[in-house]
């Protein structure tokens, strides 16, 4: 396939009188938007200084002014920077600033987030007054290279990082996802992720853009919103990640699900159980793909890949050795699914033949040497892969937990830890051994389900696939885990918290599966969700 723009999509869609973008109760066709982005380039043209980053910071929920913009940055060769509207302070005017914005066009409400912020002379203007220009401008010439937006990561290890987006990274994977789902301007794209990230913009709005779709956009994401807006919009594809997916099927259910339009939902980072539900349950196909807002790496997967499994990689992925950097072999499972060889077997997902789409990090080389190293892109993300070659996430190098001299990756202990039926939600991350190395720990939510120590040690014994390492020393309770505004798990919060938090937590005493109840333990300190 092809490489094309953002640009070349729009454009296939300027004689399209047929229904492009839809919120709420208005409906604007593809023509109408495609000569809206036009006006609107006008105006950023007008507005942008040569010689300067053309770059233009949005905050803002899912509105149509986004995907308007955004098609105005392609026309006018200017730069999209999603800001994230849970940012506050200090946090929020930082991303500003990085991202070298011109000015920032935000929604009304969200106008005061910006007030009295050090943004370096940055200007704030408000999104519902944008002026476009008089008449539409013809489209500046662009190639699949050319940077169109700065999507921030969520920032769960770290400062955010702005992750640059060509035109190429945002369209190809809409056309091919379009084409490989067969979907026609006869589907509506059900797009309501944030528009901020990654996961909204190619694996939703970019879709619907290449099929010639219907667009449909909710303000923000909703799970008891979302059957209903699939019925009202006759929404036939839908993007997600995993954590609003289980929202969705958490939500009570009712005879009808199955009623309702929606053909295939597609996303990344979906527990085995919710996706099975939610398949079951709304009677449509669900495809969950391993996905980073970087890229870098892809996967194959077919009819017969493995329940949990990320599939087959794809070109020249491959599991290196963190230490040795040589390939991994295959994982040797016990009769009872035991990972036998974890040492050897879980490494680095990385890129052998280089980068991929990943196009580096904007003003961060330092960022960008660690992804790209020796013509290779490292992904920090672990996995193992068994004799048939389909490989199983375990976890990212920043969790990797030390454990009496084995490495251990904290996806497989969290998936064994939601076969509870109690548990609908489980993080595991390292804390402290007072000797040396780490303890594994666990938060987990139950939603209110009772979960008593001595139940819990018996399911965790009778989990054949559970080595003695893997066993949680502490288990914390807790409401709900710490999340990104992308829903991505706080695990370095939870971490610096260890034993020092308001919830109910359990120790395991010596080699046995018997737990003792701590109880609630004083809080001397209290980290930020950001």
């Known amino acids: 396939m092809s490489v094309p723009t953002v640009t070349e999509l729009l454009l296939t869609r300027a004689g399209d009188e047929r229904p492009g973008l839809r919120f709420e109760d208005e409906t604007w066709s593809w023509a109408e938007h495609v000569r809206a982005s036009a006006r609107w380039a006008g105006g950023l043209r007008a507005a942008l200084r040569p010689g300067e980053p053309p770059h233009v910071g949005i905050l803002a929920d899912n509105v149509p002014a986004f995907s308007v913009l955004l098609g105005a940055c392609a026309f006018a060769g200017a730069v999209l920077v999603g ?94 996802l379009a084409e490989r789902f067969g979907l026609s301007s006869s589907d509506t794209v059900y797009v309501t992720m ?70 295939l939902v597609y996303g990344n980072e979906g527990a085995s159980a919710d996706l099975t539900a939610f398949e079951k349950r709304f009677g449509c196909k669900v495809v969950d793909a391993f996905g980073s807002t970087e890229g870098g790496v892809g996967f194959a997967r077919t009819d017969d890949t493995p329940p949990g499994s990320l599939g087959r990689p794809a070109g020249d992925v491959a599991i290196l050795h963190p230490d040795t950097g040589l390939p991994c072999p295959p994982a040797e499972f016990d009769a009872d699914g035991h990972l036998l060889n974890a ?14 789409w990943f196009a580096g990090y904007y003003r961060d080389p330092a960022a960008d040497a660690e992804r790209v190293r020796d013509g290779r892109f490292h992904t920090g993300d672990l996995a193992y892969a068994d004799a048939a070659g389909f490989c199983y996430f375990a976890g990212r190098l920043g969790d990797w937990l030390r454990v009496d001299g084995e490495n251990l990756g904290t996806a497989p202990i969290e998936r064994i830890l939601l076969r509870h039926p109690a548990i609908t939600d489980a993080a595991v991350y390292a804390v402290p051994d007072p000797v040396t190395g780490d303890q594994v720990m666990a938060a987990v939510v139950t939603g209110g389900t009772p979960l008593d120590p001595t139940g819990f040690g018996r399911f965790l014994a009778d989990q054949p696939d559970l080595g003695p390492k893997q066993v949680p020393r502490y288990v914390r309770t807790v409401r709900e885990l710490p999340r990104t505004s992308t829903f991505k798990v706080l695990k370095r919060q939870l971490s610096a918290e260890g034993l020092d938090c308001t919830d109910v937590v359990w120790e395991r005493k010596g080699k046995d599966l018997a737990y003792t109840d701590l109880g609630s333990r004083p809080r001397a300190t209290s980290a930020t969700t950001t």
Do not use: Q
């Open 343 to 356: 040492g050897e077997a879980v490494g680095e997902l990385v890129n052998t033949a280089g980068a991929g």
């Open 83 to 176: 800001l994230n509207p849970t940012r506050r302070g200090a946090a929020l005017a930082r991303d500003v600033r990085l991202a070298d914005c011109r000015f920032v066009l935000a929604e009304r409400k969200y106008r005061p987030l910006l007030a009295g912020l050090d943004l370096g002379g940055i200007a704030v203007r408000e999104l519902e007054s944008w002026p476009p220009a008089a008449d539409p401008i013809d489209p500046v010439p662009a190639s699949a290279d050319d940077l169109l937006m700065l999507i921030f990561t969520s920032g769960t290890s770290g400062d955010p990082k702005a992750v640059r987006c060509t035109h190429g990274k945002i369209a190809f994977p809409g056309a091919m």
């Open 194 to 263: 944030p528009m901020f990230h990654s996961n909204a913009i190619m694996a939703g709005w970019a879709v619907g853009l290449a099929a010639g779709a219907s667009i449909a956009l909710r303000r923000r994401f909703s799970a008891s919103g979302f059957l209903p807006d699939v019925r009202k919009f006759g929404a036939t594809y839908a993007n997600y990640v995993g954590k609003p997916l289980s929202y969705v099927v958490a939500t009570p259910p009712r005879p009808d699900d199955a009623d309702n339009p929606l053909r």
